[in-house]
Protein backbone atom coordinates (compact mmCIF):
# COMPACT_ATOMS: atom_id res chain seq x y z
CA UNK A 1 0.00 0.00 0.00
CA UNK A 2 1.27 3.28 -0.88
CA UNK A 3 0.80 6.06 1.68
CA UNK A 4 0.74 10.05 1.41
CA UNK A 5 1.64 12.14 4.54
CA UNK A 6 1.44 16.24 3.85
CA UNK A 7 3.59 18.05 6.17
CA UNK A 8 2.62 21.01 7.24
CA UNK A 9 5.14 22.87 9.22
CA UNK A 10 6.35 26.18 9.92
CA UNK A 11 8.88 26.71 6.85
CA UNK A 12 7.72 24.20 4.31
CA UNK A 13 5.20 22.30 3.04
CA UNK A 14 6.13 18.59 2.25
CA UNK A 15 4.92 15.56 0.81
CA UNK A 16 6.39 12.67 1.21
CA UNK A 17 4.59 9.20 -0.83
CA UNK A 18 5.94 5.80 0.51
CA UNK A 19 5.59 1.99 0.74
CA UNK A 20 6.15 -0.16 3.64
CA UNK A 21 8.10 -3.49 3.26
CA UNK A 22 11.04 -5.41 4.75
CA UNK A 23 13.56 -2.85 5.30
CA UNK A 24 11.13 -0.45 6.25
CA UNK A 25 9.86 3.11 4.93
CA UNK A 26 10.79 3.48 1.10
CA UNK A 27 10.00 7.04 -0.03
CA UNK A 28 8.66 6.50 -3.34
CA UNK A 29 8.17 10.60 -4.48
CA UNK A 30 8.79 13.92 -2.40
CA UNK A 31 8.47 17.16 -2.77
CA UNK A 32 8.47 20.62 -0.96
CA UNK A 33 7.86 23.84 -0.83
CA UNK A 34 8.93 27.02 1.51
CA UNK A 35 5.85 29.29 3.05
CA UNK A 36 7.21 30.47 6.10
CA UNK A 37 4.05 30.54 8.43
CA UNK A 38 6.43 30.93 11.49
CA UNK A 39 7.72 34.30 10.18
CA UNK A 40 4.04 36.10 10.72
CA UNK A 41 3.54 33.53 13.77
CA UNK A 42 6.53 35.41 15.15
CA UNK A 43 5.80 39.00 14.30
CA UNK A 44 1.61 39.02 14.72
CA UNK A 45 1.19 36.18 16.77
CA UNK A 46 -1.14 34.69 13.71
CA UNK A 47 -1.31 33.56 9.79
CA UNK A 48 -2.26 36.16 7.62
CA UNK A 49 -5.03 35.55 4.80
CA UNK A 50 -2.96 35.43 2.35
CA UNK A 51 0.07 32.99 4.15
CA UNK A 52 -3.51 30.73 5.14
CA UNK A 53 -4.06 30.49 0.97
CA UNK A 54 -0.74 30.26 0.05
CA UNK A 55 -0.34 27.25 2.30
CA UNK A 56 -3.53 25.86 1.45
CA UNK A 57 -3.25 25.80 -2.12
CA UNK A 58 0.01 23.97 -1.74
CA UNK A 59 -1.27 21.27 0.20
CA UNK A 60 -4.28 21.30 -2.19
CA UNK A 61 -2.07 20.42 -5.14
CA UNK A 62 0.49 18.12 -3.25
CA UNK A 63 -2.93 15.96 -2.60
CA UNK A 64 -2.97 15.84 -6.45
CA UNK A 65 0.31 15.17 -6.64
CA UNK A 66 -0.26 12.22 -3.66
CA UNK A 67 -3.40 10.58 -5.65
CA UNK A 68 -1.22 10.54 -8.91
CA UNK A 69 1.43 8.97 -7.05
CA UNK A 70 -0.75 5.59 -6.07
CA UNK A 71 -1.05 6.49 -2.67
CA UNK A 72 -3.84 4.93 -1.49
CA UNK A 73 -4.52 6.99 1.87
CA UNK A 74 -3.14 10.70 2.77
CA UNK A 75 -3.22 12.39 5.60
CA UNK A 76 -2.07 15.71 6.61
CA UNK A 77 -0.26 16.70 9.64
CA UNK A 78 0.01 20.11 10.76
CA UNK A 79 2.89 21.13 13.43
CA UNK A 80 3.86 23.90 15.11
CA UNK A 81 1.79 26.64 13.43
CA UNK A 82 -1.78 24.87 14.34
CA UNK A 83 -0.41 25.43 17.97
CA UNK A 84 1.39 28.48 18.16
CA UNK A 85 -1.08 30.70 15.27
CA UNK A 86 -4.03 32.11 16.99
CA UNK A 87 -5.72 30.93 14.08
CA UNK A 88 -4.29 27.61 13.90
CA UNK A 89 -7.76 26.25 13.84
CA UNK A 90 -9.13 27.86 10.46
CA UNK A 91 -5.39 26.51 9.06
CA UNK A 92 -7.02 22.90 10.21
CA UNK A 93 -10.47 23.64 8.48
CA UNK A 94 -9.51 25.09 5.75
CA UNK A 95 -6.74 22.24 4.75
CA UNK A 96 -9.52 19.72 5.26
CA UNK A 97 -12.05 21.28 2.88
CA UNK A 98 -8.86 21.81 0.09
CA UNK A 99 -7.28 17.97 0.60
CA UNK A 100 -10.40 16.00 1.31
CA UNK A 101 -8.52 13.78 3.46
CA UNK A 102 -8.02 13.72 7.48
CA UNK A 103 -6.06 16.34 9.00
CA UNK A 104 -4.54 15.89 12.19
CA UNK A 105 -3.31 19.25 14.26
CA UNK A 106 -0.05 17.54 16.23
CA UNK A 107 0.55 18.61 20.17
CA UNK A 108 4.42 18.94 20.42
CA UNK A 109 4.48 15.36 22.23
CA UNK A 110 3.13 14.12 18.73
CA UNK A 111 5.59 15.76 17.19
CA UNK A 112 8.42 14.31 19.35
CA UNK A 113 6.97 10.86 18.86
CA UNK A 114 6.54 10.49 15.12
CA UNK A 115 10.35 12.01 14.62
CA UNK A 116 11.64 9.55 16.68
CA UNK A 117 9.96 6.41 15.61
CA UNK A 118 11.04 7.53 12.01
CA UNK A 119 14.73 8.58 13.09
CA UNK A 120 15.37 5.03 14.94
CA UNK A 121 13.56 3.00 12.44
CA UNK A 122 16.51 3.63 10.10
CA UNK A 123 19.02 2.25 12.35
CA UNK A 124 20.73 -1.07 11.84
CA UNK A 125 21.78 -1.71 15.35
CA UNK A 126 20.09 1.32 17.71
CA UNK A 127 21.95 1.38 20.69
CA UNK A 128 21.06 1.03 24.50
CA UNK A 129 19.63 4.30 24.36
CA UNK A 130 19.25 6.81 22.17
CA UNK A 131 18.56 11.09 21.80
CA UNK A 132 16.48 12.33 18.70
CA UNK A 133 16.85 16.53 18.44
CA UNK A 134 14.56 17.72 15.85
CA UNK A 135 14.55 21.76 14.80
CA UNK A 136 11.84 22.79 13.11
CA UNK A 137 11.11 26.62 11.89
CA UNK A 138 8.76 27.13 15.27
CA UNK A 139 9.86 25.18 17.76
CA UNK A 140 12.14 21.96 18.74
CA UNK A 141 11.78 18.81 19.98
CA UNK A 142 14.38 16.99 22.25
CA UNK A 143 12.70 12.95 22.45
CA UNK A 144 15.30 9.94 24.78
CA UNK A 145 14.46 6.55 24.76
CA UNK A 146 15.06 3.10 23.00
CA UNK A 147 14.37 1.61 19.96
CA UNK A 148 12.35 -1.12 21.79
CA UNK A 149 10.39 0.99 24.29
CA UNK A 150 10.41 3.91 22.69
CA UNK A 151 10.38 7.74 24.14
CA UNK A 152 10.48 7.83 27.69
CA UNK A 153 11.36 11.51 27.44
CA UNK A 154 10.38 14.06 25.84
CA UNK A 155 11.06 18.35 25.99
CA UNK A 156 9.76 20.84 23.18
CA UNK A 157 11.07 24.08 22.84
CA UNK A 158 8.71 26.87 21.19
CA UNK A 159 11.26 28.34 19.30
CA UNK A 160 12.88 27.05 15.29
CA UNK A 161 15.65 28.16 12.94
CA UNK A 162 12.66 30.60 11.36
CA UNK A 163 11.45 32.36 14.67
CA UNK A 164 14.76 32.38 15.69
CA UNK A 165 16.23 34.09 12.54
CA UNK A 166 13.23 36.91 12.69
CA UNK A 167 14.20 37.43 16.08
CA UNK A 168 17.53 37.61 16.13
CA UNK A 169 18.89 38.49 12.38
CA UNK A 170 18.29 41.56 10.61
CA UNK A 171 21.59 41.06 8.09
CA UNK A 172 22.94 38.93 5.79
CA UNK A 173 25.23 38.00 6.63
CA UNK A 174 24.86 38.03 10.41
CA UNK A 175 26.73 40.73 12.62
CA UNK A 176 28.73 39.00 15.22
CA UNK A 177 26.29 41.23 17.70
CA UNK A 178 23.05 39.05 15.99
CA UNK A 179 24.83 36.25 17.00
CA UNK A 180 26.21 36.87 19.96
CA UNK A 181 22.30 37.89 20.73
CA UNK A 182 20.96 34.61 19.05
CA UNK A 183 23.45 32.12 21.29
CA UNK A 184 22.15 33.96 24.23
CA UNK A 185 18.77 33.73 23.08
CA UNK A 186 18.50 29.76 22.24
CA UNK A 187 20.89 29.24 26.10
CA UNK A 188 17.80 31.46 27.92
CA UNK A 189 15.27 29.28 25.99
CA UNK A 190 16.96 26.03 27.18
CA UNK A 191 17.23 27.07 30.91
CA UNK A 192 16.80 24.13 33.14
CA UNK A 193 17.16 21.59 30.18
CA UNK A 194 18.89 18.37 31.74
CA UNK A 195 17.67 15.60 29.24
CA UNK A 196 19.01 11.89 29.65
CA UNK A 197 22.32 10.98 28.41
CA UNK A 198 22.00 8.83 25.43
CA UNK A 199 24.51 6.60 24.22
CA UNK A 200 23.97 8.00 20.58
CA UNK A 201 21.95 11.19 19.28
CA UNK A 202 20.28 11.71 15.93
CA UNK A 203 19.71 15.36 14.59
CA UNK A 204 16.41 14.96 12.34
CA UNK A 205 14.65 18.03 9.92
CA UNK A 206 15.86 20.64 7.34
CA UNK A 207 18.48 22.21 9.43
CA UNK A 208 20.40 18.95 10.06
CA UNK A 209 20.25 17.74 6.36
CA UNK A 210 21.46 21.22 5.41
CA UNK A 211 24.18 21.28 7.96
CA UNK A 212 25.46 17.79 6.31
CA UNK A 213 26.74 19.69 3.40
CA UNK A 214 28.75 21.84 5.09
CA UNK A 215 30.71 19.53 7.33
CA UNK A 216 29.50 16.05 7.13
CA UNK A 217 27.18 13.46 8.44
CA UNK A 218 28.35 14.03 11.96
CA UNK A 219 27.38 17.35 13.85
CA UNK A 220 30.13 17.00 17.17
CA UNK A 221 31.35 20.60 19.06
CA UNK A 222 33.87 21.04 16.36
CA UNK A 223 31.72 20.93 13.40
CA UNK A 224 29.13 22.74 14.63
CA UNK A 225 31.68 25.39 15.41
CA UNK A 226 33.16 25.17 11.70
CA UNK A 227 29.60 25.37 11.02
CA UNK A 228 28.57 28.75 12.70
CA UNK A 229 32.05 30.27 11.31
CA UNK A 230 31.23 29.54 7.79
CA UNK A 231 27.62 30.69 8.03
CA UNK A 232 28.71 34.03 9.71
CA UNK A 233 31.36 34.72 7.20
CA UNK A 234 29.30 34.34 3.52
CA UNK A 235 25.52 35.82 2.58
CA UNK A 236 22.49 33.32 2.23
CA UNK A 237 22.49 33.13 -1.58
CA UNK A 238 26.22 32.92 -2.03
CA UNK A 239 25.87 29.82 0.68
CA UNK A 240 23.00 28.33 -1.55
CA UNK A 241 24.58 27.80 -4.69
CA UNK A 242 28.04 27.04 -3.30
CA UNK A 243 26.35 23.83 -0.97
CA UNK A 244 23.52 23.17 -3.58
CA UNK A 245 20.73 24.70 -0.84
CA UNK A 246 17.11 26.24 -1.54
CA UNK A 247 17.86 30.26 -0.45
CA UNK A 248 15.09 29.89 2.33
CA UNK A 249 17.22 27.27 3.73
CA UNK A 250 20.34 29.27 4.12
CA UNK A 251 18.85 32.12 5.14
CA UNK A 252 17.68 30.26 8.45
CA UNK A 253 20.76 27.64 8.72
CA UNK A 254 22.97 30.02 10.81
CA UNK A 255 19.98 29.86 13.47
CA UNK A 256 19.76 26.24 13.24
CA UNK A 257 23.32 25.88 13.96
CA UNK A 258 22.77 27.62 16.79
CA UNK A 259 20.10 25.53 18.22
CA UNK A 260 21.92 22.70 17.18
CA UNK A 261 24.90 23.19 19.21
CA UNK A 262 23.61 24.14 22.37
CA UNK A 263 21.24 20.62 22.05
CA UNK A 264 24.23 18.82 21.43
CA UNK A 265 26.24 20.26 23.92
CA UNK A 266 23.56 19.22 26.70
CA UNK A 267 22.70 16.00 25.24
CA UNK A 268 27.32 15.35 25.93
CA UNK A 269 27.65 13.17 22.03
CA UNK A 270 27.91 13.95 18.89
CA UNK A 271 24.59 14.12 17.01
CA UNK A 272 24.71 12.01 13.50
CA UNK A 273 22.34 13.47 10.62
CA UNK A 274 18.94 11.25 10.55
CA UNK A 275 18.05 9.20 7.45
CA UNK A 276 14.14 9.75 8.27
CA UNK A 277 12.11 11.84 10.06
CA UNK A 278 8.47 12.95 11.20
CA UNK A 279 6.57 11.84 7.82
CA UNK A 280 8.44 8.20 7.89
CA UNK A 281 7.26 7.85 11.49
CA UNK A 282 3.90 8.53 10.60
Known sequence: MRVGIIDVGSNTVRLLVAGHGDLGVTALREERAAVGLAREIERTGAISKTKLREAVALARSLARVAT??????????????????????????????????????????????????????????????????DIGGGSTQLVFGTALDGPVWFRSLDIGSLRLTQRCFAHDPPRADEFE???????????????????????????ARALRRLVGRTLGAKELEKAKARLARRPARELARAYGLEPWRAETLAAGAIMLAEAQRRLAVPLVVARAGLREGA
Do not use: K, M, W, Y
Not at 86 to 105: I, K, M, Q, W
Open 68 to 133: ESGAGRLEVLVTAPGRQAANGDELVTALAAATGSPVRALTAEDEGRLAFAGAVATLACPPATVAVC
Open 181 to 207: AAEAEVESCFSGLAPPLPRAALAAGGT
